[in-house]
């Protein structure tokens, strides 16, 4: 299992508008071969970015996503709104915990082990 963390910065006043697109983005991953899950965040410091944190169960699965279509639309979409490249990073799931409930109060872990292979790395390109 691999999780894909991308950046990047939106043009002034198009917050509402790329988080929207990237909700149906995501929306749309859920029913991918592969598909994980995923976050949208947006830094306190920094209400012009945001980070998407997406989990794979490869990156063969998450490269078969972009190339369909519904990914292929969103993407034109959201470049319109974004002032610079996406920053990428690959990390490998060592430890995966959920937050279901166990009686007292804290979280489940499900630890899902390590993977050995390929590490962390930058990349360039697009997301979710």
């Known amino acids: 299992m691999v999780t894909i963390v991308t950046e990047v910065g939106l043009r ?3 917050e509402q508008k790329w988080d929207e697109i990237m909700r149906q983005r995501m929306a749309g991953a859920k029913d991918q071969p592969g598909w994980v899950g995923g976050q949208l965040l947006r830094p306190a410091d920094d209400p012009g970015r945001r980070v998407i944190v997406g989990t794979w169960r490869s990156r063969e699965d998450w ?19 974004v002032r610079g ?7 490998e799931v060592v430890i995966e915990m959920d937050g279901s409930a166990t009686g007292n109060g804290q979280g489940a872990g499900k630890g899902r082990g390590t993977q050995k292979g390929r590490g962390t790395g930058k990349a360039r390109g697009s997301t979710a």
């Open 85 to 91: 490249p996406e920053e990428h990073a690959w990390h």
């Open 63 to 81: 490269h078969a996503w972009h190339t369909e279509p519904r990914f292929q639309e969103t993407r034109t979409r959201l470049d319109e709104l």
């Open 12 to 14: 002034d006043g198009a």
